[in-house]
Every structure is written in C-alpha cells, then in structure tokens.
C-alpha cells in the first residue's frame, strides 16, 4: 500500500494574511494502474461567488503551496471572481506520498485534471508560476475536444513549457536541491523575497513538519523534462503549439525581473509562444515568487481582461 502522510491542521492555525477556509477533494488522485492514487485527499481554497462568471484557478509552484496567493486572491474576489487555489499532491494541506519515485509529471497533471473535472471549473482564468505554468500549461489542451471553452483567460508569472531543454540556471538549482533532501523551505523563500517577514517566511514551512513530509519538493526538480523523450516533454511540445497555434482566449503576463532562471529571456521566450499576449508587465523589483508582489500585478491583469 502506498503510505501517505497528512499534515496536523495546527500547523496551519494564524499564518500572517492567511484566513481562508480549507477544503478538500477526496479520493483526488488519478488512478494509477494499481489504484492507488485514488485514496489521496487534495486541498484548495475556494473563495467568493460559486456562480461567479469567472473562476481563477492559481497554481502555485516549487516549494511554495496555496499561501502563494494570499496578496492576489483578495484583489481576484474584491473584483466578483471565484477564486481557486489547489495544493499539488506533496504541497500545502494535500496529502504527501513519503515515496519520492511515485511523483510524476503526469500524475500531478492527471490529478489537476481530475479536479477541474470534478468541480467543474468554467470560465476559467488560469494563473501560473514556476510549476503551475509547467503543468498548468498543458491543462487546457486536455478539455479541446470535450469543452474547448472551459479555459478563456491566462495570467503567467515566471515559468515556462518542460519541452526537453533546460538552462545551466536550472542545472544548478536541481543540484541545490538533490544536495539538500531537507530543504530549509522558508530560509529558501526569504533569501529569494526579501520582503517575507519572518512569519510568513515561517508559513512556508508550515507543510513540512520533518523530511518525510518533503518528498514532493525532493521529487519537483527532477521531473522537469530535460531532454527530448523526458515524460512531459512531448506534452510541453505540444502545449506549445497549442498556445501560438490554438489558443483563443486573451493572455496577460507578468515578469518578476530578479529572477535568475526563469526571469526575462525565458519569459521573453514564452511570450512568443503565446498566440496575442501584449507586452509583459515588468515588476522590476520582484524574483521569481512573483505572487509575493502580487496585489498590483492581479489588479492590472483584471484591469486588461477589462474585469475590474
């Protein structure tokens, strides 16, 4: 049986910004062959109207989880939308196989489209970062056929497509984080956002009482698709032609300009793929957790989709 850890809810009691009620999707994992994904319990935030308009799905990346978001979700409600922020498997408040080698680039993606499936998700505006963007990127291309319209907006922060290449930035920072299987999460997150204070750099560890509960952040670096026949990268291909070749909604993107891996030439690189993105916002001051600078970039992205 694959063993699953939980982390204790007062882990999560009085983070600084952070009221937001938890809600969970049981049984959210898609099915492996073996079935056992299909007992794992996915979080996510799920605040303002259910029957808003527009939903924005936020998706957060490596090692942060939902409280990413804290400083954009208000702006998002505060305009009418419903806003949706799921923890990855491994991350936040869901539930975190100790097995490092059950992460996989397609079970995060399966399991992100199980659960648009299963609340129905319409009308969505997807917001991405860093792992966010790598899966989150490839999720509209799942509803093509079935419900073409369920994706019709995009707000991208740095990130990228896992089409098989990846930069010596990136080497190093997988290399970082092999050396370190107990990663120092909030030490990490302050260093990169120096505007953390020390309690909200505290709530990003908060996931993660010891190192078994950390295998999913061990796991994250290493299913990046580093060449061609890599798991993924076939997807990420196709993701791309999919956003220069196939994309019918309006885009907006945001360029935290400090961040050394995936910062202006990788996002100028994906601003090309993307089929009528207008120039990028450049936040000159942020790093690659763009969200940490969220709140003007949340208010000019509504102000484009005209939602303000």
Known sequence: MMEALRTPDERFAGLPGWGFAPHYLEHAGADG???TDSALRMHYVDEGPRDAAVTALCLHGEPSWAYLYRKMLPVFTGAGLR????????FGRSDKPVDDGWYSFERHRDSLRVFVEALDLKNILLVCQDWGGLIGLTLPMAFESSMPQRFTRLLVMNTGLGTGTVTEG????????????????GKLMKRG???????????????????????????????VPDRDDAPGAALSRDAARFWSQRWQGESFMAIGMQDPVLGPPAMRS??????????????????????????????????HFKLA
């Open 193 to 223: 956002c120096a505007v953390l204070t020390d309690a909200e750099a505290a709530a990003y560890d908060a996931p993660f009482p010891d190192a078994r509960h950390k295998a999913g952040v061990r796991a994250f670096p290493n299913l």
């Open 33 to 35: 062959a073996d079935g």
């Open 170 to 185: 990136f080497k190093a920072w997988r290399a970082y984080c092999n050396a370190n299987p107990d990663m120092a999460i």
């Open 270 to 303: 994906l601003h090309k793929l993307i089929r009528g993105c207008p120039p990028p916002l450049e936040v000159a001051e942020a790093g690659h957790f763009v969200q940490e600078w969220g709140g003007p970039v949340a208010q000019a992205a509504l102000a």
């Open 83 to 90: 806003v949706v922020a799921p923890d990855f498997f491994g």
